[in-house]
């Protein structure tokens, strides 16, 4: 308990200071930061305006500390191109993103799981180079190019799937692409799991007495299996995050990723600077709540900087 | 508690995910885009989207028809007096906006002073700032001394002096007859909730998703609009838009994929379905005329030998044609016989060696950034490169490049398109190149006296011929300083189902869908009474 | 995650070895390799690129340029802003994590919060940010890509060196009064230097596909140098009727980075250390 207590701070003490790099970013590091809060088409007054809101004249730890105020009260700031509060326009896509990875993080499971364990009933050494080295050739595939060939193949060529946009069904080709980085870590897992599990002598003994494979796996490896599952999660959040933004941009998704990268074409830097905040702390909420899981799975794991 | 929850995202995400290719019953026309259309409210929009779609929910006192001449849309006929400084417009008396009240000539007058409002950031208020009165509208709202209103169905304007495209003007939709109650009610919104008299009406607008409009039963033109009504989906990219078009799922597809169009081209069955013409629009690269090197005339017309115009095309499919001057040829009073800049890179290196610069100079080419844009302008930067001019390409979005290109010392060179907002020479020439409109669309910051002096002695010529003489001298003479490097006129192409008839592209304005019917399988037109039945 | 020495690992040293050096050679030799001037137009297919043909032997793309030519000059500039950005990645890596772990105390506490932070935020979505607020060019995007690489560096180094600091030998020289600036010089940086190559190896691999991607987007290298991310994205216009255009610079990324990690994990088995989080 005092170690998730413990962990409560520290996260508190990350989220500040990703609060504090973004403001950096934004305020402390451009040379007219008033000119890249208001656009490059404002006039005098409003950089005037913006400069006396902001606080741009006073020293940086109050500047810093009106930004946290802002922060509180859900103000990221407004978009130059629509006039649109940036907080409110990440919220409309929101749900987007969210469908896209959790289907992506059931695909990985989903592949990894059905790879790992297929791996898993073959003996030898050899095996399990192969699985190391099939994994990390999945792992170097760029994210983008597996979408163009996925929407080329199965969209286009065999018309089995819609060619992009947001949809129910649509969601299987970026799921897809999205999840086979995680589904090669966690085909890894599983199949070391497996192994370990299948090599023990109760499962041996299992077979010995006859049971059948299925009940074999099913019963004892296929739980053994699914601990691993939680690492998956939280695995690499950030990794997804970053894998989304050239996901849906392939995908012509209509989430978090395609409004940053618009926002970085259209240089709609509240908009940028709102969407990298937003993600990060997207990251350390699901961190902590990984860390929730992991305590309330098997209070036993302590994971030393994982 | 996390299945829960999963699960509730999914329904809810399933319920939210209508699928957008559900057509309304009835012949409705099925169109695609990627982007959304920015505004219904005619005294707002200033693009070829808002454009086409304001031109079917409004009416304009004029209108150009297929040809591109001016006849009568809501004005039966038109007086203008000898001094050609008072109009007179006689109204249709059966003209109804679609929340039942009668069109009058009071309408038009608020509609004009709406859009000359200082509060209501027109930006074709600049276009009837010569009607008298119209300087001193500058706070709301505002009674322009020279728009009278005779009786319900007659309206005279008076203009400050001459100005042969004052009937032009009133074809734009800055002009567009709009109802005041309406325009009270919504404030704001009527962007979004626009009210008009014409051959269509908004039925339905999901913003990022559809937009959709209906015909109007009670048009004053018999028998028009011919379709039930238009859809058009957002969001769907050309690539897809194309593949949708071959399956039936659209009738009309404005840009077609560069990858499709080289194959169209010579398939026998897609030929009889492309439209195409001729836009009035000019591709262009412009030289900052005070910025070094390009203050040398020389320089500039190295530039214009240098670049391969010819290869420029084929990059675009061949669809265009090579740009001899300023002024499109399909425009009226355009110069059939410009001399124009040959590919001649020999030459090009003589003149840059004559100006001083025989191992040439480096320089940076501002240009939107997009994939064609971008194509073209390697292609550019190949050819410079030949004669030993070194060209950086600075990729920049629309908005930030606008506003680079009009500070003064910021940008060298930038590769930019105008369009004819009417089918006068006057619309390319006064425009781009008199010194008063420097900081506003003379973004090369040309400036020459003796042209100045032409430009002006041209705007108040009253007979058209000599008026366009003076034009066609003027251009030569801009030519001849080359401020631009003279790329290529575009030619749009669309293509459309064969069960869509009537369908014409127009040089100067959108396509419009009034007259366009789609045909049954038997090649007959569906009543349109029927279409809510079926 | 990988135990040390298990699955025979130590046979991808030879292997990522090779194909590593393989493409340093064909980078360093592409100007004699190449069959043509990757930036202009040897072709006459504008607008219609040329499918793989004698002598195009990868085909051309719609300005008339060798495909095959472009990916050998991509190779040098992927491989550049690679080197150069995983140098300057580790080297921030190495400072911090070498701090952390000797010095302990506060200073790692507050380092490795730093790197927790800094770790919070998406790779890719910081990049362009970064990218998108300064000025792209070649010089930025080390910069960029590094800032967002170093602490996976950071937080293996910090675990090495915690556990090198632990013995008897630096008890020895500190109690012999060294100062710790030599004795980081002389005895843990000598002894932490395999991990320093492991995480060298693997951080490529990242960098290259971190690369690849803020091309893709059009962050990357001016046009028009020929970069392999920026080459995939010019595809996307003709991919469905010259889908080479789109493949074979793919194949190139997958090939450089599949060199550096296999190289990498190679040499994670050969040298029994444990894997850090990346």
Not at chain 3, 55 to 72: A, I, K, M, N
Not at chain 3, 165 to 170: N, S, T
Request: charge should be neutral; hydrophobic fraction near 45%.
């Amino acid at each position: 308990m005092i170690a998730f207590a413990q962990r409560l701070v520290w996260t508190l003490i990350i989220l500040l200071g990703v609060t504090w790099l973004t403001f950096v970013i934004a305020f402390v590091v451009p040379a007219d930061p008033a000119r890249t809060v208001a656009g490059p088409k404002a006039d005098r007054e409003t950089l005037a305006t913006i400069r006396k809101d902001l606080g741009l004249d006073q020293p940086v730890p109050l500047q810093y500390v009106r930004y946290l105020q802002r922060l509180v009260h859900g103000d990221l700031g407004r978009s130059y191109l629509t006039r649109q509060s940036v907080l409110q326009a990440i919220l409309e896509r929101l749900p987007a993103t969210a469908y896209l990875a959790l289907v992506s993080l059931l695909a990985s499971a989903v592949i990894g799981a059905a790879v790992g364990c297929i791996t898993a009933s073959r003996h030898g050494s050899a095996v399990d180079l192969g699985i190391l080295v099939g994994s990390l050739v999945v792992l170097s595939l760029p994210v983008f190019w597996v979408g163009m060939i996925l929407l080329y193949v199965f969209a286009y060529r065999l018309r089995l799937f819609p060619l992009g946009g947001f949809g129910v069904v649509n969601v299987v080709l970026p799921a897809c692409a999205l999840g086979l980085n995680g589904a090669a870590y966690y085909a890894r897992l599983v199949h070391t799991n497996m192994r370990t599990v299948l090599d023990q002598d109760y499962v041996r003994t299992a077979h010995a007495k006859g049971l059948t494979p299925l009940r074999v796996y099913g019963k004892h490896a296929l739980r053994n299996a699914l601990i691993p599952l939680v690492t998956l999660l939280g695995l690499d959040f950030a990794g997804l995050m970053s894998g989304v933004v050239l996901t849906e941009t392939v995908f012509n998704w209509p989430g978090l990723g395609r409004l940053a990268v618009e926002a970085v074409f259209n240089q709609d830097i509240p908009m940028i600077m709102g969407t990298v905040l937003f993600s990060a702390v997207l990251v350390v909420g699901a961190n902590i709540a990984v860390d929730l899981l992991y305590l309330a799975i098997d209070p036993r794991i302590r994971s030393q900087g994982r | 508690m996390t299945y829960r929850l999963l699960g509730c995202l999914f329904v809810v995400l399933l319920g939210c995910a209508t699928s957008p290719d559900d057509a309304p019953p009835g012949p409705y026309l099925r169109l695609a885009e990627r982007d959304d259309v920015p505004t219904l409210d005619p005294a707002r929009g200033y693009d070829t989207v808002s454009w086409q779609f304001e031109a079917m929910l409004f009416n304009t006192l004029v209108d150009y028809d297929a040809d591109g001449n001016l006849q009568g849309e809501l004005a039966t006929a038109w007086d203008v007096s000898d001094d050609h400084l008072t109009y007179t417009f006689h109204l249709r008396r059966d003209v109804r906006f679609t929340n039942g009240r009668p069109l009058v000539a009071d309408d038009i007058r608020y509609s004009i002073e709406r859009t000359l409002n200082p509060a209501t950031r027109s930006q074709g208020a600049e276009f009837f700032r010569g009607i008298r009165g119209a300087e001193q509208c500058t706070a709301a709202p505002c009674r322009l001394a020279g728009i009278e209103i005779l009786d319900p169905y007659t309206v005279r304007f008076r203009l400050r002096q001459f100005d042969p495209l004052f009937l032009h003007k009133l074809a734009m939709p800055f002009a567009a007859a709009v109802p005041a109650e309406e325009v009270e009610r919504w404030g704001e919104d009527f962007a979004r909730h626009p009210v008009g008299s014409g051959p269509f009406v908004l039925s339905e607008w999901a913003p990022g998703q559809r937009l959709q409009l209906q015909r109007n039963p009670d048009y004053f033109v018999p028998g028009v609009p011919r379709l039930a009504g238009v859809v058009r989906l957002v969001g769907v990219s050309d690539d897809l838009a194309w593949l949708k078009y071959d399956a039936g799922q659209l009738d009309v597809v404005a840009s077609i994929p560069p990858a499709e169009f080289a194959r169209l081209i010579r398939t026998p069955r897609y030929q009889p379905l492309l439209r195409h013409v001729t836009t009035m629009r000019t591709q262009y690269i412009g030289m900052n005329c005070r910025l070094q090197p390009f203050t040398d005339r020389r320089v500039r017309q190295a530039m214009n030998f240098a670049v391969n115009k010819v290869k420029l095309l084929r990059l675009i499919n061949n669809r265009g044609t090579v740009a001899k001057g300023f002024v499109p040829p399909n425009m009226p009073g355009a110069n059939p016989d410009l001399p124009g800049y040959p590919f001649d890179p020999g030459h090009a290196q003589r003149l840059l060696t004559e100006a001083g610069y025989p191992n040439g100079f480096t320089t940076m080419l501002w240009v939107r950034s997009a994939d064609d844009t971008l194509r073209l302008a390697q292609s550019i930067q190949q050819d410079l490169a030949d004669v030993h001019v070194a060209v950086r390409i600075k990729p920049i979005a629309w908005g930030p490049f606008l506003e680079a290109v009009r500070s003064p010392d910021l940008v060298p060179m930038f590769l930019l398109g105008w369009e004819a907002d009417f089918p006068d020479p006057s619309n390319f020439l006064e425009v781009l190149l008199h010194s008063k409109y420097i900081g506003s669309n003379n973004d090369t910051l040309y400036s020459n006296p003796e042209v100045d002096a032409l430009l002006d002695e041209a705007a108040e010529t009253v007979d058209t011929e000599r008026r366009l003489q003076l034009l066609r001298t003027v251009e030569l003479r801009a030519i001849q300083d080359a401020p631009w490097v003279f790329l290529y006129h575009p030619v749009s192409y669309e293509i459309v189902q064969p069960r869509v008839r009537d369908f014409r592209l127009h040089p100067l304005r959108p396509a419009r869908f009034d007259h366009v019917w789609l045909a049954d399988a038997d090649g007959s037109q569906p009543p349109l009474g029927a279409s809510a039945a079926r | 995650m990988m135990q040390r020495g298990e699955w025979g690992g130590a046979y991808l040293v030879p292997v990522g070895g090779a194909m590593v050096a393989t493409l340093v050679m064909v980078a360093l030799a592409a100007p004699w390799l190449a069959p043509f001037d990757p930036l202009r137009a040897v072709a006459d297919s504008l607008g219609d690129p040329f499918s793989p043909r004698l002598p195009f032997v990868l085909g051309t793309d719609e300005l008339g340029r060798d495909v095959l030519s472009r990916l050998l000059y991509g190779a040098r500039i992927s491989l550049l802003v690679a080197m150069m950005a995983t140098s300057l990645a580790v080297g921030i890596g190495v400072t911090v994590g070498v701090c952390a772990g000797y010095f302990g105390g506060w200073v790692d506490s507050v380092l490795m919060r730093l790197t927790d932070v800094v770790l919070s935020f998406p790779a890719l979505l910081l990049a362009i940010a970064l990218a998108a607020l300064f000025e792209p060019g070649l010089t930025s995007i080390f910069v960029v890509i590094a800032v967002v690489s170093w602490t996976g560096v950071a937080r293996t180094l910090r675990g090495e060196v915690l556990s090198v600091r632990q013995r008897d030998f630096i008890t020895a020289a500190q109690a012999m009064g060294a100062t710790p600036l030599r004795l980081i010089a002389r005895h843990v940086l000598p002894n932490v230097l395999p991990t320093v190559l492991v995480m060298g190896a693997l951080s490529t691999s990242n960098t290259v596909l971190l690369d690849a991607g803020l091309s893709y987007l059009g962050l990357g290298v001016p046009v028009p140098t020929p970069s392999w991310g920026r080459m995939i994205s010019e595809s996307q216009t003709y991919y469905r009727i010259a889908p080479w255009l789109m493949i074979f610079p793919g194949l190139a990324i997958v090939y450089a980075v599949v060199a550096f990690n296999l190289l990498g994990h190679g040499l994670l088995a050969l040298t029994g250390k444990r894997d850090g989080h990346r």
